[in-house]
């Protein structure tokens, strides 16, 4: 498989149904290595969006599971309540992140970022489907 080509075409994906929703976003796509592959902001995402869209992407990445599913897990006295204190604050619990597969196995993360949580989980979802 060539990331690089998959990650540019999630990202037209996400870009379609950002615009479609009219909420401009950026995206981000990170190995399981944490190396950043593929970043993009539409015009008019906030610029804070860049950093929020790499967090949500690493974390997938990383961890192997949707940012949005890790909140239950990184309250006090769960098994991943460090997590975000570790890392230098690359790890973050806000939906919107998704690790992407292929035959079962996580090879990379992508984050999106710029409108509210909701939005940003509904944008990425439908891009991966």
Sequence with gaps: MDLLSTAKALAERVEAGASKAKVPVAVCIIDVHGNLVLQHRMNGAPAFSLEISQRKAYTSALVRVRTADLAPMVQPGHEFFSLLAIGGGRFTSMGG????????????????????????????????R
Excluded: N, R, W, Y
């Design 97 to 128: 992140g998704i690790p992407l597969t292929q035959d079962g196995e996580v090879f990379a993360g992508v984050g999106v970022s710029g409108g509210t949580t909701g939005q940003d989980m509904a944008i990425v979802e439908a891009a991966v």
